[in-house]
């Protein structure tokens, strides 16, 4: 089991910034992607940023540019850098992990991005 606990997020005016960060516990090891979802009401989940076991970074294409998404492996940590926040970034955003033992996900943290 792999538990995930994601914090940051809140209320940011448009073109601000927040850092999400997702602590991972349990039993980590041969985990091959980590990466952010976001979810508004309504629509499909969507991956935001994913990085692999290599370090290789994927983004969507709204946020190339503007977010950045890192992992600090000694700390079991995942961070998602988010700069010039936009309304529509709003949403819940999930930390997921895939690796070996199955795909896990994160309770979720609001970003609301609004005047």
């Known amino acids: 089991q792999v538990q995930l606990v994601e914090s940051g997020g809140g209320l940011v005016q448009p073109g601000g910034s927040l850092r999400l960060s997702c602590a991972l516990s349990?039993?980590?090891?041969?985990?091959?992607?980590m990466g952010w979802f976001r979810q508004t009401p309504g629509k499909q989940r969507e991956l935001v940023a994913r990085i692999n076991s290599g370090g290789s970074t994927n983004y969507v294409d709204s946020v190339k540019g503007r977010f950045t998404v890192s992992r600090d492996n000694a700390k079991n940590m995942l961070y998602l850098q988010m700069n010039s926040l936009k309304a529509e970034d709003t949403a819940v955003y999930y930390c997921?992990?895939?690796?070996?033992?199955?795909?896990?996900w994160g309770q979720g943290t609001q970003v609301t991005v609004s005047s």
């Open positions: 349990g039993s980590i090891f041969s985990i091959y992607t």
């Open positions: 997921n992990v895939y690796g070996l033992l199955g795909e896990y």
